[in-house]
């Protein structure tokens, strides 16, 4: 199957700054790339997804950029704010095998 | 809101014991999913299902068995519960069940095993 890396586990920013999260797949026919938020004991929440016929993707204060060469895909929020703070989580999906794979999630920290 | 619906929204039992978690899809979609989330942990995919049938299979264990219904609510059955399956457990529909298919989550069902 699948194997989705997520990179770091935990990020803290300080409020105006830029966050990146990277994430990594191995299967090369995967082919679309959510990006998921969720806040503490809530549910996942999409915010930004990239399909493979694209190479990156902006809404407002987050973009997400993907590489299919390197077969790796980040995540981009600018101008953090603390409300931004909360647990990401990258996913791929793959149609060999009809369902996502999602990373290990990160926990990101905006400071005010 | 994501359109999604999950009962209950809590639910503690004792070990040994069987529950019951549904689900109802956005209007219009086709397709459910069950994942599994434990104390700060990932994602873990359970099992699919599209139009009442079973699509795809993840790492759910034989003691928990689930089935999609005619009006399209789903329903996740665990049996023979243990201490370790407390976690959240969320649903998510998506119109049909392509891999490029948006899934929208389920508030979840807090599922806590004493």
């Known amino acids: 199957g699948e194997n989705v890396e997520q990179h770091p586990s935990t990020l803290s920013v300080q409020e105006g700054d830029s966050a990146v999260i990277k994430c990594t797949y191995s299967?090369?026919?995967?082919?679309?790339f959510p990006w998921y938020k969720q806040e503490l004991g809530k549910r996942p929440q999409l915010i930004i997804d990239?399909?493979?016929?694209?190479g990156e993707k902006k809404d407002q204060r987050i973009a997400v950029t993907l590489n299919k060469t390197a077969k790796h895909f980040s995540l981009h929020i600018t101008e953090t704010q603390p409300e931004d703070s909360a647990v990401y989580f990258c996913?791929?999906?793959?149609?060999?095998?009809?369902?996502?794979?999602f990373g290990s999630g990160t926990k990101l920290n905006v400071k005010p | 809101d994501s359109g999604v619906t999950q009962t209950p929204k809590h639910l503690i039992t004792a070990t040994g014991q069987r529950v019951t978690l549904r689900c109802s899809p956005r209007s219009g979609d086709l397709s459910v999913y069950w994942y599994q989330q434990s104390l700060d942990q990932g994602l873990q995919f359970l099992i699919q299902y599209y139009n009442g049938e079973e699509r795809a299979k993840g790492n759910i264990l034989e003691r928990f068995s689930a089935q999609q219904f005619p009006d399209l609510h789903s329903e996740l059955n665990l049996s023979s519960l243990e201490l370790g399956d407390s976690a959240l457990y969320f649903c998510?529909?998506?119109?049909?069940?392509?891999?490029?298919?948006?899934?929208?989550f389920g508030p979840g069902t807090r599922l806590t095993v004493l």
């Open positions: 990239i399909r493979s016929n694209v």
């Open positions: 998510a529909s998506s119109v049909v069940w392509t891999s490029t298919d948006t899934q929208y």
């Open positions: 996913a791929a999906s793959n149609p060999n095998f009809n369902k996502f794979y």
């Open positions: 299967d090369s026919a995967s082919n679309y």
